[in-house]
């Protein structure tokens, strides 16, 4: 598709962005897997591993129980890439907002599901804004980053040290300091939501959901200041 009709990738200048995004991943990875017997709606490779260990041992029943997330997710990298088509992008103009609009109202409503619905309709319903989320917001100043999970953040954290103590590289220890800042954001997230949880029970998603409403009045500020953005 010609550069001109993609939609931008967040990037950000504000790390301070990227830092609350992956404490909103962190949280509600931790809700799901409390309130909803151990099933990450973030991390899918969990799920990935947690159904083949059901089939090795014929628990079918169990196994198929990790499935929705994982097509919900799928669902959402589609939605997600979509909004960069032209057509879409003439109705929908801010997709950025849209992501985060959707993510506000998803987890708003998931509070006031209680624990007898069954698992899948919150751990679908997550799956699908998380994939939104990390299909969006993946370039955190200039190197690709995650906001739902930390492998890849502490890869580049670490790489990044090496290369500040090894080549005496004072960009890396830039880039050291930004993944280490969302690495910590996502553990605090992470204990946030499990005394959350312990507090609120699922109306803990309420406070994910209050999360993104900073993390996208931090957005609406970065655009207003003019923040330059990396295009796809």
Do not use: K
Not at 103 to 132: D, Q, R
């Amino acid at each position: 598709m010609p550069e001109q009709n993609r939609q931008p990738v967040v990037t950000s200048e504000s790390v301070r962005l990227g830092v609350l995004l992956a404490a909103v991943g962190g949280f509600v990875d931790v809700y799901t897997f409390m309130t909803r017997d151990g099933v990450f709606a973030n991390a899918q490779t969990a799920n990935v591993v947690l159904f083949g260990i059901d089939a090795a041992g014929g628990h079918w029943r169990s196994a198929a129980g990790y499935l929705p997330p994982l097509m919900a997710f799928v669902v959402g990298v589609f939605v997600a890439e979509s909004l960069s088509s032209p057509a879409v992008s003439r109705i929908v103009r801010r997709p950025i907002r849209a992501v985060l609009v959707i993510e506000i109202l998803v987890l708003f409503a998931v509070g006031f599901v209680p624990e007898s619905v069954p698992n899948a309709v919150v751990t679908v319903s997550i799956s699908f804004v998380a994939a939104l989320q990390v299909t969006t917001f993946r370039v955190l100043v200039d190197q690709a980053f995650s906001t739902t999970m930390t492998t890849g953040n502490l890869r580049s954290f670490s790489q990044a040290i090496y290369h500040r103590l090894s080549d005496r590289d004072a960009a890396a220890g830039l880039r050291a300091v930004n993944f280490g800042s969302v690495i910590a954001g996502f553990l605090a997230g992470a204990v946030l939501g499990a005394f959350a949880v312990r507090g609120l029970g699922v109306g803990a998603a309420w406070i994910a959901s209050g999360m993104l409403v900073v993390a996208l009045a931090l957005f609406l500020f970065d655009e207003w200041r003019g923040v330059p953005r990396v295009r796809r």
